[in-house]
């Protein structure tokens, strides 16, 4: 359960992998966001050390991942989405992967539903589900009164976790487990207002209109006095970020995935 | 006399089941418009959800007030009509309550039911009224949704009032029997059936009527009360009201993939597979015949998604819960499907005016009824699907005309075309070198 300073967390590869004859358990699936971005490498990062650290066997495909296609689809590119979703195919199906954990929401809801009719078949995780998992396993267990007891903190759902895939009750168990105290948002679960990323919105200014998408979900926000939003999605994690720098707050609020959150309390 | 009244009456409801009929010819064939899709699949599943969601109400039950006023109003309607029969072979045979010998003590129950629900349709139908013009709940305001114009208040407020007038008839022509019955005035005392539990308390206003003028009254509010059920059933067929009927098979064909997931597209798999290399091209097989990519007009959208664009009951749940239509944006998931009807109501007006086939009016639902800045504001959250109570799907049409704008017009915004050079070119939808995509890994020590 300690974490040891001197302890180095490992990346291996599918390649790696392959090239000893090995398969992993499972497949972490980064995206674009988790491998690019800034502040989602963070999240990368704190879910490849809870990896490490509960002693999974798993890797990454590295330089061999590309985009799922997720915003050439809802853009309405078909083409395009489907050469990146073959493409990515070939290199899963190469390496027979069977089982899958992302942190993005958008990779999960193509990987797990789009991919299977272009030939592509796994059993595709969320991480707040593996996450879920860990704990209901006994993987991971915080001892009580980690840095986050008794403060206040919102879930921000997610679209292409909440809606498009039913998944409300994983992400907000794992918050349980902080010994925070969880207040929801007016407009939650199936209810729950976009950040306004979705639908590849995120890669263009949105239309004209009275006011961003992300301020009207900062401002619900804030509204219940939470200290801490938690996000499952790096686009989320944004819009979310932004919205909070322009009602500029950002010294008392701040934006966690829950993998960050998970490994800040156990201090790895 | 009676005898002429029979013959008006059967030529009334031949004529209008006459006109219904049509609509509903009319209706089915602009339907058949859109493209095939198999929506016969797992049937137990599709009754389960018809049952659930359509007899149910189970959506309407999410907020519960406004989910049990509309549940009286559907539960008269259904009921209601049991008593729509009996008044039907009254007027044919010229009978008067032809039922009541035969169900003995059960139909004056059935009546006091019936009047019962009468009442609690006529307060909701006040609320309802109130709801839309005192208390003026946003998702019917024009001010704040161009798609409320004059038509569809107008068709609302038209049902609402012409219901309570049904219901005032309904209660008003059993108290003035009741009256003729106590008189025993020939015809009306064959049926004994005393007094109706809620139309008792109305007596009072005939008792001082002649037995004349109580006959005339008597006749007005009964032809009154059929004939205003029968241009009800007419007039649904032009109106958002048609949900009372479609709400059924709409449910029944409702979408069973996740919400999430996209239609695939078939031809475009051949086509870059055989760029891939993943698939050999068949020299024995005929090119086929690609279509259109995407929607520019109804004829390129599935059948389903018309048959959504006739259930629409202009509630506006989805535009209420959407986030472009919330922060002020023009799209408004709601005009997409009341856009798409009209362009439905204007082809089957067409077709009409020619001799059933369409001719070309040189418009098409993308550019002249929906706007490409109202498709390109979707977030694709699904909370218009979500929330519509008849399970329409106002993202699937929005999608096919973007689909449509993209690759057949390849007319994206700026900041998209350059989103898929990236994702095409670098693997990402950013301007990052493919080879740094593991770069993070360095951090993960640090
Ligand atoms: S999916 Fe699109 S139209 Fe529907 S609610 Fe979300 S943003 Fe609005
Ligand atoms: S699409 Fe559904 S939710 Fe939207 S207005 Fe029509 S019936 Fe209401």
Redo the contacts with the bound molecule.
């Keep these: 359960m300690d974490a040891t300073p001197e302890k180095t967390y490992k990346v291996p590869t599918m390649a790696e992998l392959a090239a000893n004859g090995e398969e992993p358990d499972v497949l972490f699936w980064v995206g674009c966001a988790g491998s690019f971005d800034d502040r989602y490498k963070k999240v990368t990062i704190a879910f490849v050390k809870i990896l490490n650290h509960v002693g999974i066997k798993f890797a990454v495909l590295g330089t061999e991942e590309a985009c799922t296609g997720d915003p050439a689809r809802r853009a309405g590119n078909e083409f395009l989405f489907q050469m990146q979703a073959m493409g990515n195919i070939q290199v899963l199906n190469g390496y027979n992967v069977k089982k899958i954990v992302t942190a993005c929401p958008h990779c999960f809801n193509t990987l797990k539903n789009e991919y299977p009719e272009l030939g592509g078949n796994y059993e595709v995780i969320h991480h707040s589900q593996f996450l879920q998992g860990l704990i209901n396993e006994g993987k991971v267990t915080l001892k009580g009164g980690g840095t986050f007891k008794g403060r206040k903190i919102t879930f921000h759902d997610s679209c292409y976790l909440g809606r498009a895939n039913k998944i409300y009750e994983a992400p907000r168990e794992v918050l349980q487990t902080l010994d925070a105290e969880l207040v929801e948002m007016k407009r939650c679960k199936t209810k729950g207002l976009c950040c306004g990323a979705g639908g590849a919105q995120y890669f263009k200014e949105p239309e004209p209109g009275r006011k961003d998408i992300n301020v009207e979900r900062t401002e619900e926000a804030l509204a219940t006095g939470a200290d801490t939003i938690a996000v499952a999605c790096p686009f989320c994690m944004t819009m979310m970020s932004d919205g909070i720098k322009n009602k500029e707050r950002e010294d008392s609020v701040k934006v966690y995935d829950l993998a960050e959150l998970l490994a800040q309390a156990q201090s790895l | 006399m009676t005898i002429i009244q029979q013959i008006l009456f059967i030529i009334a409801l031949a004529t209008v089941s006459w006109l219904i009929a049509k609509r509903v010819k009319l209706i089915q064939r602009t339907i058949r418009l859109g493209k095939p899709e198999n929506r016969t699949d797992h049937p137990q599943e599709r009754l389960s959800i018809m049952l659930r969601v359509a007899f149910g109400q189970k959506k309407m039950m999410t907020n519960w007030t406004v989910g049990i006023m509309h549940f009286i109003i559907y539960v008269g309607f259904l009921i209601i009509n049991i008593e729509v029969l009996e008044i039907i072979l009254d007027g044919i045979f010229g009978t008067h309550r032809l039922f009541a010998p035969y169900l003995g003590a059960v139909y004056p129950f059935l009546i006091n039911v019936f009047e019962v629900l009468a009442v609690g349709v006529l307060t909701v139908c006040v609320v309802f009224l109130c709801r839309r013009y005192l208390t003026r709940v946003g998702r019917f305001q024009p001010e704040r949704h161009r798609e409320m114009g004059r038509w569809p208040r107008l068709d609302a407020t038209l049902i609402l009032t012409l219901e309570i007038l049904l219901m005032i008839a309904f209660l008003t022509w059993n108290a003035s029997d009741s009256v003729l019955r106590e008189r025993g005035v020939e015809h009306y005392a064959q049926a004994s059936t005393g007094d109706f539990f809620v139309s008792q308390f109305l007596k009072p206003l005939f008792t001082n009527w002649d037995t004349t003028a109580l006959i005339v009254y008597e006749r007005f509010a009964w032809w009154f009360h059929i004939l205003g059920i029968l241009a009800f059933g007419l007039y649904v067929t032009y109106s958002k009201h048609l949900?009372i009927v479609l709400a059924f098979p709409n449910t029944y064909f409702s979408d069973l993939k996740p919400k999430g997931e996209m239609n695939n597209m078939p031809d475009i798999t051949k086509e870059v597979q055989l760029a891939l290399g993943v698939a050999q091209a068949d020299p024995n097989e005929a090119p086929a015949e690609i279509g259109r990519f995407g929607a520019k007009d109804v004829f390129d959208l599935s059948w389903k998604s018309l048959m959504?664009a006739y259930?629409?009951?202009?509630?506006?749940?989805?535009?209420a819960a959407c986030p472009a239509n919330i922060t002020g944006k023009k799209l408004s998931?709601?005009k997409i499907?009341?856009d798409t009807r009209d362009r439905l109501e204007d082809i089957g007006r067409n077709m009409q005016a020619h001799n059933g086939t369409f001719e070309d009016d040189n418009k098409t639902l993308l550019n002249d009824y929906i706007l490409v800045e109202e498709i390109n504001a979707c977030t694709t959250c699904q909370a218009?699907v979500q929330?519509?109570?008849?399970n329409?799907n106002?993202l699937e049409i929005i999608l096919q005309l973007r689909r449509y704008k993209v690759m057949e017009e390849a007319q994206a915004p700026a900041a998209w075309n350059a989103m898929f050079s990236n994702v095409e070119n670098n693997m990402a939808p950013w301007k990052f070198s493919p080879g740094d995509r593991f770069n993070w890994a360095d951090q993960v020590n640090q």
């Design positions: 949900h959504d259930s629409c009951t202009e509630c506006g749940r989805c535009t998931p709601r499907m009341m218009c929330e519509c109570p008849v329409i106002p």
